[in-house]
């Protein structure tokens, strides 16, 4: 599927991603165990949907993402730690 959304300095950026399923929460996704003791963690990550570049090489700098309900990227190749990256992401036809 095709994105975009206005990096932190404004500039916009376009690509091309998939949908990571499962989710990393669900069991033996990458944060279950992190999260199974941490009710208020699973909460919030929950309020996140994830995605992988399909062409990593436009961006060097990240290759795995998350979108909030509030529609801000956050960087996710390092999770649980989250850096927003971006804002105002949209799905392109």
């Known amino acids: ?4 959304f206005f990096d932190l300095s404004g500039s916009k950026i376009k690509g091309e991603c998939i949908l990571v399923e499962p989710s990393p ?17 699973e909460a919030a990550l929950g309020e996140f949907t994830f995605y992988e570049m399909i ?28 850096v927003q990256i971006g804002r105002d992401w949209k799905l392109l036809d």
């Open 1 to 4: 599927m095709k994105f975009s």
């Open 25 to 41: 929460l669900i069991k033996g996704g990458a944060l279950h165990d992190l999260v199974a003791n941490d009710t208020a963690l």
């Open 55 to 82: 062409d990593p090489d436009q961006i060097e700098l990240w290759t795995k993402f998350a979108v909030d309900q509030e529609n801000n990227v956050m960087q996710s190749d390092k999770l649980p730690n989250f």
